[in-house]
């Protein structure tokens, strides 16, 4: 897939070629750019000057060579000021750009690589960011539409062009490409329809994930979850048709089991409200329940791919939430797996409920750090918007190592607070020692609060991404549907754990 080459750009035969320009007046009197300009007696320089060609952000313009080189076209990416771009601007503004390769069905094509480094941005950073974008960018969601007449474009082969190879450099478009396809995988798994992804299927994805990269890996079933007691998964399990699971994947690189991360997400393969019924309109979309379970897979994977020396214990508890004769009603009081019993005041507040279960199981498997992420309330899209992930935590440490983490990925977290009078609402029942559903008044709050009370004394990150994990509008880096956040930020935190 991915080729770099040394040398002149008359060499490349391929079909395009993408070039960074910086919002500079001296961009065609040096380097690559220069040499470029040169094959075009200086028009380039001309058509700077005429302001027809910029290097402003976001600007993309596409020039056909016309026969004066061997590829048919340059795409060139504004990058606009050296000094003001962020990696937020760089990957959008090459997702952008990066957009242009499905319509105009390029299979070949080349990146002029060190015209986009700058004194901010090095080779390498460039290097990972630029396949990262391009795997996110480039993705699309088939879905099951019968086939169309005109056949997708395969990219084949990207070459990226530099004078200035360096020995990591094609690790690190590797690792980048890695983490862009890992986030499209999670993507599919959220974009796909309840009646084909159920946690039977989830269970089946994951072990094809341990398959591959040597997990150990434990399936709990309906039997098991009975024999060891998570009355809350099943709990939300008992409307439905489909047999709960439990998943557990674990990856160790170290020599003892010690310092282990527990990752936790959701998996609610479809979300009706149960009881508390969701109004018809809400419950459209609510295949997209599991985006937490998809972000943890796709950062299993990335994690199987990198192999860092970290220990990780993966924990998806998976149903879907229904109505039957048999289903959770408002005022059951259940016991979890912690022991802790639970009122019932809301069956649709099912999602802290199965991460209960999954976090007290993953702290039974050792896990010493816990970040769970979850699509848990409409109350971080009224309190966030939809591209803010919302954070609670007990361990300012441990949240400053995932914000670090997020900020390289440029995934925007935000932290709540989590107070005492927090935690009184959530142990407000008569019946029962929690319950699941203490009012609207800051009611993301009140869930991540609720599951602190089973992560305990554990430092523990909870992510919130009811806003964020679909997007109704196409962004630059994908189209609208599943986004797949928080899977690189997962994956980078256990790579950066320290
Ligand atoms: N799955 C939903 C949260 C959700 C809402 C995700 C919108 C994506 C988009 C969750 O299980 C839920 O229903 N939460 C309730 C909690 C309430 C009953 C306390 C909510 O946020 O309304
Ligand atoms: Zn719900
Ligand atoms: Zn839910």
């Not at 019924?277 to 990335?302: C, F, N, Q, Y």
């Not at 508890?317 to 019993?341: C, F, Q, R, Y």
């Not at 009140?446 to 964020?468: N, Q």
Request: glycine share 10%.
């Amino acid at each position: 897939m991915f080729e770099i080459l040394n040398g002149d750009l008359e060499t490349y035969t391929g079909d395009s070629l993408f070039v960074g320009l910086y919002d500079h007046p001296r961009n065609f009197s040096e380097g690559q750019l220069k040499k470029l300009d040169d094959l075009f007696q200086g028009e380039l320089m001309n058509l700077a000057k005429d302001q027809a060609l910029s290097g402003r952000l976001n600007k993309v313009t596409v020039l056909y060579t016309l026969g004066k080189l061997s590829v048919k076209k340059i795409i060139f990416v504004g990058l606009g000021k050296e000094k003001e771009l962020t990696t937020e601007g760089f990957r959008e503004t090459t997702g952008r750009a990066f957009k242009k390769v499905r319509p105009f069905k390029m299979a070949n094509f080349a990146i002029l690589l060190d015209s986009f480094i700058s004194k901010t941005f090095d080779i390498d950073q460039v290097a990972s960011l630029l396949s990262e974008t391009f795997a996110l960018a480039h993705y699309q969601y088939d879905g099951y539409k019968q086939k169309t007449n005109e056949p997708d474009i395969e990219v084949e082969k990207i070459t990226f062009l530099t004078d200035t190879n360096t020995d990591q450099l094609n690790q690190l478009i590797n690792a980048g490409f890695i983490y862009g396809q890992a986030t499209n995988h999670a993507r599919t798994l959220v974009n796909t329809p309840g009646n084909l992804l159920t946690a039977t299927d989830l269970a089946e994805y994951a072990r094809n994930l341990a398959d591959k990269y040597d997990f150990e890996i434990e399936i709990l079933e309906k039997e098991d979850l009975e024999k060891l007691g998570m009355g809350a998964l099943l709990a939300v399990n008992q409307g439905s048709e489909q047999p709960p699971k439990m998943i557990v994947l674990k990856y160790q690189a170290k020599d003892e089991w010690t310092d282990v991360i527990g990752l936790v997400g959701k998996g609610i393969t479809f979300d009706t409200g149960g009881y508390s019924l969701k109004p018809k309109d809400s419950i459209v979309g609510m295949k997209t329940d599991m985006g937490g379970a998809a972000a943890v897979l796709g950062a299993m994977e990335i994690i199987g791919e990198l192999q860092p020396k970290q220990n990780v214990v993966a924990v998806i508890p998976s149903t879907d939430n229904m109505i039957s004769g048999e289903a959770l009603k408002p005022d059951d009081v259940i016991t979890s797996l912690s022991g802790k019993t639970i009122e019932i005041l809301n069956t649709d507040a099912e999602g802290r409920l199965v991460l209960a279960d999954a976090v007290t199981y993953a702290k039974q498997h050792g896990a010493n750090y816990l970040v769970d992420v979850a699509t848990l309330t409409g109350g971080v899209i009224i309190a966030l918007g939809n591209d803010k992930t919302g954070a609670l935590s007990n361990d300012g440490a441990l949240f400053d190592q995932f914000l670090q983490a997020s900020k390289k990925t440029d995934e925007f977290v935000w932290r709540f607070p989590c107070t005492e009078k927090d935690k009184q609402r959530v142990r407000g029942s008569d019946v029962a020692d929690l319950n699941n559903s203490p009012g609207r008044e800051g009611h993301a709050i009140m869930a991540g609060t609720f599951i602190g009370e089973f992560a305990e004394d554990t430092p523990w990150v909870h992510l919130d991404i009811a806003g964020t994990s679909v997007t109704s509008k196409p962004t630059e880096i994908g189209p609208s549907g599943a986004t797949g956040v928080m899977t690189r930020s997962l994956a980078q935190f256990v790579i950066d754990f320290q």
